[in-house]
Every structure is written in C-alpha cells, then in structure tokens.
C-alpha cells in the first residue's frame, strides 16, 4: 500500500520503487485536465491576453553511491555532510537548503499578489537520500507546493528516470521500469493526486536517444505511463528533412516522431529548451527577458503566444545559490507591477501551456512534427540503399530492422559526424566513449536481471513486492546513474563497479 509519509521509508533498505505497479498505471491514465478547467485556469490567465510567455524548470539530482559506514549505501548528499574538507563539500548545507527553499519561495510570492511559476525535476536517489537522511524539513517543504491546493496552479512536477540514467545507454528493458520507479516513489511521497498531476517528463542531462528503435522504446513507454510531453534540447533534435529547428519553431510545441526499425510509428510533444546549459539562463531569469522580445505567431488557424523553455541545475554553482533567489523573486514582481498579463509576458508552466492551446483548438496531433537529431541521414540511406531518393519518412514502408542496421552501419563508416549516442545539452561530453568498464558490467547486470525476473513476474506480479526483487532491481538502476560516467574513471567508475558486483553476487 502507498503511504503519503516520508517517514515511513527512512527505516527501510530499499526505496518504494515497484510493487505498486497496478496502484500506479490506474493512476496515471487519468487524463484530466491538470491546470486548465472550463475555458480558465484558476489564475485567470487568457490565452488571448498573452503575447508570449516563459517556463522555468529547477533540476535536482544527488547519486547513491557505496560510501557510507562499511560500504554503506548512501546519498552523496550525506557524504558532503560527512567529509566538509573535500573539494567542495563545504557547500552541502547551501545544497540541502537549495532543495527545500521553493517550499518558501512559492508561498511568499502568492501572500504578496504574485504569480509565480517553477517546474521541479527531482531525482529519485535524491528523493530517497532525503529520507535517508530523515531531512523532513525539506520534504515537508515540498509537500507544501504539491498538496496544498492553494500553491498547486503555481508549481508543476516533472518526471524523470529514476536513477538519473541517461536514456541512450539504458538497456532499453530498463527505460520502462526507471519511469515506473520514479512515480512510484513520487506517490509515495506525495499522494496518488499529485502524481496524476505529474504529465511532463524532463530526461536526465536532456540525453534524447537518436537510435529508431530505442527513441520508440522510450516515446512509447512515456505514453503507457501516462505522459503528455517532455522536453527535449533544441539541438538534439531536427526537422524531418534534416535541417535545424527555425528560430520561430523552438518557441512553440513540436510533435517528435519516433518510428523504429520495423516502421512502426508514434509521436510526443515536445517543448524545447533553449540554447546552453549555463545556469545563468535560470538564476538570472534569461527566459523572462528573452520572452519579452518574442511575439505571437500562427500554429494553423491560431494565433499562438511563444514559449521560451529553460531548465537548469537548481543547486549547482554560485549563480544558482545567490543570484537565483535574488532574480527570482524579482521577476514576479516586476510582472505584478505591470498589471496580470497586461504586459503580455506570463510565466506558465509546460502542462498549462499546452492545456490552453488545447482549450484554444489546438489538438497534439498539429504541432509540426520533429525526429531526432542524425535520423534524416539513416531514412535517406535507407531510401538510397532502395534505389531510390526519400527525404519523407512517411514514405519508407515496409521497413525491417536488418536495412535500417545496415544503414547505420554504412553511415558509421562513411560519415565521421554521425553517430547513434543520442544527443544532451552538451555535445563536449559522451556517455559511452572511453566507459566500456561501466557500460559491460551494467548492461550485463541487467541481462541478468530480466533473466530471473521477467518470466517470473509475467506469471505472477507480486513477486515485485519481494524483496529480493527490490534489491536487484536497486543495483541494476544504481549502476545506471549518468554521474558514475561523467566524473571520468576513478573513484565515480569504481561505485558502479561496486554495485555491479553488489547487484551480480544478489542474481
């Protein structure tokens, strides 16, 4: 049974990540409306009245790793909390702080007449690390914005991988259960309410798979679990005859398409974030300002107001520990000042946004439709590998898996820019080249996984409430978490080793 108390877990060894799995996708086929009721939300926004507007979202993450007392596993949170003299660990309050303070930041606001708007995107191993750490005071804090329903229109969650593995190297079993994970243990937390509310999902480091069959995987797996949209960097993706986004298209919703090897074909929206990564775009509010130079434009027969989208680490660097809650406040007011919406530049959140245009006649199915990014290149090969030149991949039918592999083997051997990594907010950093001694290990442990455990719960589904499954399916996740191959080989590699044979000696 889900519990809404945090304190119920801090005893236990495993977090509430499965067992749940009926409670969950009867939750999440709820497709009400979650903002936008009856022609107005409840902060009278009216689409018409907007010129355009901004949507800012706060990404949280700390890993698990083995480094606790024994070997104990932890939140690296805890273990800056612990060792204050390396590198900076110093900073372990200001990020315990970082964590909780928009539980201060929304309520202020409201009492003041503002009308603020943030999109949280937390972790599950930072989740879990707070109740480990039996830090009530910033669960509690964020139980405030999620279930009181007077601060619910201003604050909207975002779901995510459980584990904050990056989607492209996930063993593509494994993209499903990580969604799964995280709502779970989000309800847990949170309530069953709150997680209906949970429609848009923010990919860790916005990794976006570019490999057919493993982007359909994943568009496909956001769906059966209840996602609307999720957002998406604008370079990893392209239009469907392989040029980039337009200026005007990166502030609208755009339909990603994921059609796999077998040509099988579905589709997403999709909000894209602009530009870089620099958290300087959110502590200094950038999105705001940049909505103010950006217009209406025409999505059909409707006349539409831009969105600009950013998300940035809300805890990371100096920019985000001063300048953020300095700028952020400031914003709303200055919007205050200028009359609700009489301005024309609003913050909204990405659900609300798209339940106006909604509401407005805008269906999902008119955005115009987007792939990711080096697709162009395999259709084409694919059309060329036929006899014939296709820029439309609508009309390539009849596809199998065994062209689609050779036409990415040819492109791999005679284009030095393609590739099938996937695409993130940085094209500096890659979560597979040189970490062959984590990706074996990982993609090993979840072959071992799957092999106990998949025929075992197609027959019976309790047996994801045992406990042995719940560890196993801990190790195999942990191992997956992005930060164990982005520090560089050392001692981030050598915790995922660490799982893997925790995970290994279990199976």
């Not at 009530?136 to 604050?155: A, F, G, M, S």
């Not at 994970?181 to 509310?197: D, E, N, T, V, Y």
């Not at 560890?471 to 982005?486: E, G, I």
Request: glycine letters at 6%; hydrophobic letters at 35%.
């Amino acid at each position: 049974m889900i519990t809404t108390t945090s304190s119920s877990f801090v005893t236990s060894d495993f977090p509430p990540i499965c067992g749940n799995e009926d409670v969950i996708q009867q939750a999440v086929r709820d497709d009400a409306p979650v903002f936008f009721n009856n022609g107005s939300n409840e902060n009278n926004l009216r689409l018409e009245e907007i010129t355009s507007a901004f949507a800012c979202a706060l990404h949280m993450h700390q890993p698990t790793i083995p480094a606790g007392v024994n070997g104990a596993t932890i939140c690296n949170l805890q273990y800056m909390f612990e060792h204050q003299g390396e590198g900076d660990n110093h900073n372990a309050s200001v990020f315990a702080w970082c964590y909780g303070r928009m539980g201060d930041f929304i309520p202020q606001l409201v009492a003041q007449g503002s009308n603020p708007r943030i999109m949280l995107d937390y972790s599950g191993n930072l989740l879990w690390g707070l109740q480990q750490m039996q830090r009530h005071d910033i669960l509690d804090n964020l139980k405030r914005i999620t279930c009181d329903r007077q601060y619910q229109p201003y604050v909207e969650w975002l779901g995510t991988m459980w584990s904050h593995a990056v989607i492209p190297s996930t063993p593509i079993p494994d993209i499903k259960l990580h969604i799964q994970a995280w709502q779970s243990h989000f309800a847990s937390i949170f309530g069953i309410a709150a997680l209906k509310r949970v429609k848009g999902f923010s990919p860790p480091e916005m990794h976006l798979p570019n490999h057919p069959d493993t982007l359909y995987e994943y568009i496909k797996a956001l769906r059966e679990c209840g996602y609307r949209w999720l957002m998406v960097q604008e370079h990893s993706v392209e239009q469907i005859d392989g040029s980039a986004l337009t200026q005007d298209r990166k502030y609208i919703p755009n339909r990603l398409v994921a059609k796999n090897s077998k040509g099988e074909s579905l589709s997403i929206t999709a909000l894209i974030k602009t530009q870089g990564s620099d958290t300087k775009l959110v502590a200094q509010m950038q999105p705001y300002h940049e909505a103010k130079s950006r217009g209406r434009q025409m999505l059909g027969q409707v006349l539409i107001p831009s969105l600009v989208s950013q998300i940035a680490d809300g805890e990371n660097g100096g920019v985000m520990m001063n300048e953020f809650p300095r700028d952020y406040p400031l914003v709303w007011e200055q919007i205050k000042n200028n009359g609700r919406g009489s301005s024309g530049v609003v913050g909204l959140n990405g659900t609300e946004y798209l339940e106006m245009l909604e509401d407005a006649g805008i269906h999902p199915a008119d955005y115009p439709p987007i792939q990711a990014v080096q697709q162009h290149k395999v259709w084409r090969r694919v059309a060329q590998n036929r006899d014939r030149i296709s820029d439309r991949i609508s009309e390539l039918q009849n596809l199998n898996t065994a062209e689609v592999e050779r036409a990415i083997t040819e492109l791999k051997a005679s284009d030095h820019q393609f590739h099938m990594d996937g695409a993130s907010w940085t094209n500096s950093m890659s979560w597979v080249h040189g970490y062959e001694n984590v990706l074996e290990p990982m993609n090993q442990l979840s072959a071992k996984f799957h092999e106990k455990y998949d025929d075992l719960v197609a027959q019976d589904p309790s047996v994801t409430k045992r406990s042995d499954y719940q560890q196993a399916l801990l190790y195999n996740f942990l191992v997956q978490t992005s930060c164990f191959r982005y520090w560089g080989q050392g001692k981030w590699t050598d915790y995922a080793r660490e799982f893997y044979r925790r995970g290994e000696a279990l199976l």
